[in-house]
């Protein structure tokens, strides 16, 4: 029931006009922005923070894979605390957690302590997002809802375009604790924003039980299998026994999380949604679409910062081109559902994706910016397609009544995969490169032509082997690298099949899913 203290009324106040709902907006959309900021800023900055912290770049990844993990494990907990403790309290408790962590993450000096923070930052951040959303389509009239909606997706989509360029800029310019002090001011401007224009948008509270059991076993799986990925490589996979206990750990946890979220009567994460072919199909494809997105906007920084020799500032401004296209295009694919079948612009934008996956696998050290900036450039075609096309139909594919939860376990499944899809590249690309070196080194053992050209050019035997040992370093990362551009390309083409599991919604008129009509 409502609790009178609360501050919250029964009947909702009146949407905002002119220029506070304009600020509302600004501040909702702001906060929406730097939670995004956050999952890629760190990105053209692994080698800086790797490097200051006495780690290897391996493990630094975990800075940018705890943030996500921990913020997707937050994600189904937001509707219990939005009605347990209020939206707008749990926003501003959340906003200000998002504060404070991000200046302890500028402040640590360990990589423990700089993973811990990123941990509770991603739980602070996590309820930002959807609270946001909610927050919007309150202070915005009900025919102004697409706008209201046309927020979040520019802040969504801008926001990690500028992250790698942000990264690169201030980790060149300045420290790498800085990208992360550089949410303070916005943060507390959104605070001030909140306390001054959208308290009286609180929404009722109501005691509401929370699946503790079922948020401790999805705690303990995905923590287990995330800790597995990233600690493979180090102690040589299963060849550990601490890697083979987490393996089992992780899929005993996975199968009792399956068990106990479909039989309790309030889960946390309400699979129960899956039964819907549409939405299952269109989960899976939006989660691997993620994946291998973030995967390239991970991998493609390291290898043109440890590969080429390009400046954390430098492949920040090669990876800025991925959403010139995609901005241009957003509000296209938001409305193609009025000319074609949605169904064939998802499957067209991942296939797409796959292509311009296929053109990265063509790399080499020795080609100029634009041919490793060209590709991020042509992603944004298909980048909107499928992500808005997805979205709308596989939401258009449940019943309005569940919307919220099939929303809700979307956003879970979307974010998880850009975590573990980032600790599988960068092991994979660490393991690759290994192994293309072991072959390389074999060959250049047998041909000694090299090492005499070297020194009949001036070199000492043992600078030519020094060369020796870099090229064929170099050579051995980029075929890895390509190797996994290519697995990327094949996994977006079969990823894009999935588009035809959804049953074409029978209104489409506006783009918008059958279920919000």
């Known amino acids: 029931m409502s609790s009178p203290a609360d501050g919250s009324d029964s009947s909702p106040p009146p949407p905002l006009s002119g220029i506070r709902l304009a600020l509302a907006a600004l501040v909702l959309g702001l906060a929406n922005f730097l939670v995004l900021l956050d999952s890629t800023i760190a990105n053209v900055s692994l080698t800086h923070i790797s490097g200051s912290l006495g780690v290897s770049t391996s493990q630094g990844t975990w800075v940018v894979t705890s943030y996500a993990v921990s913020e997707a494990i937050c994600v189904p907990l937001t509707g219990w605390l939005a009605s347990r403790f209020g939206t707008l309290r749990v926003f501003t408790v959340s906003l200000g957690g998002f504060s404070l962590f991000s200046a302890l993450c500028g402040l640590s000096s360990t990589l423990s302590m700089l993973i811990a923070c990123r941990v509770a ?86 005691s509401r039980r929370v699946d503790l059991v079922g948020l401790a076993i999805l705690i303990f799986w995905v923590g287990a299998f995330q800790i597995m990925l990233d600690l493979g490589r180090e102690h040589d996979w299963f060849g550990s026994p601490l890697i083979v206990g987490l393996a089992v750990a992780a899929g005993i946890g996975f199968i009792a999380f399956l068990i106990w979220e479909l039989t309790d009567e309030h889960p946390i ?5 899956l039964r819907h072919r549409g939405f299952t199909a269109a989960t899976i494809a939006i989660s691997i679409g993620f994946g291998t997105l973030y995967s390239s906007i991970v991998i493609v920084p390291l290898f043109l910062q440890s590969t080429i020799g390009y400046t954390s500032t ?9 959403g010139i296209l995609a901005i241009m295009l957003a509000p296209l694919a938001g409305r193609s559902g009025q000319w074609v079948d949605m169904r064939l612009t998802i499957c067209l934008g991942l296939m797409w994706l796959g292509v311009v996956s296929y053109f990265r696998a063509e790399w080499s050290t020795g080609l100029s910016f634009w041919s ?64 293309a070196r072991s072959q390389l080194v074999g060959v250049g053992s047998q041909d000694s032509r090299f090492i005499d050209q070297m020194t009949a050019a001036g070199m000492s035997v043992e600078q030519a082997r020094g060369t020796l040992a870099q090229l064929i370093e170099q050579q051995a990362a980029a075929i890895s690298a390509n190797h ?13 099949q999935l588009a035809w599991l959804i049953p074409k919604p029978q209104n489409q008129g506006d783009g918008a899913p059958a279920a919000l009509h």
């Open 269 to 273: 994460v309400d699979l129960r949604v």
């Open 372 to 435: 490793y900036t060209a590709p991020q450039l042509l992603q944004g075609l298909g980048t909107p397609f499928f992500m808005i096309g997805l979205m709308t139909l596989g939401l258009s594919a449940v019943p309005p009544k569940e919307t919220a939860s099939a929303a809700g376990l979307m956003a879970f499944a979307r974010t998880l995969a850009t975590a573990l899809a980032t600790s599988v590249i960068t092991t994979g690309w660490a393991d690759g490169t290994q192994e």
């Open 121 to 206: 930052q991603g739980l602070c951040g996590g309820p930002l997002m959807p609270l946001s959303q909610t927050l919007l389509l309150r202070i915005f009239p009900r025919a102004k809802a697409g706008m209201a909606m046309s927020v979040a997706a520019m802040t969504t989509i801008v926001a990690p375009i500028l992250g790698p360029i942000l990264g690169g800029t201030i980790s060149d310019n300045w420290s790498w604790p800085w990208i992360f002090f550089i949410n303070l001011p916005p943060a507390l401007l959104c605070l001030f924003g909140v306390f001054t224009l959208l308290r009286p948008y609180e929404t009722a509270t109501i």
């Open 314 to 322: 430098w492949s920040g401004y090669a990876m800025s081109t991925m």
């Open 484 to 496: 996994l551009f290519l697995l990327l390309a094949v996994l977006c083409i079969l990823a894009a």
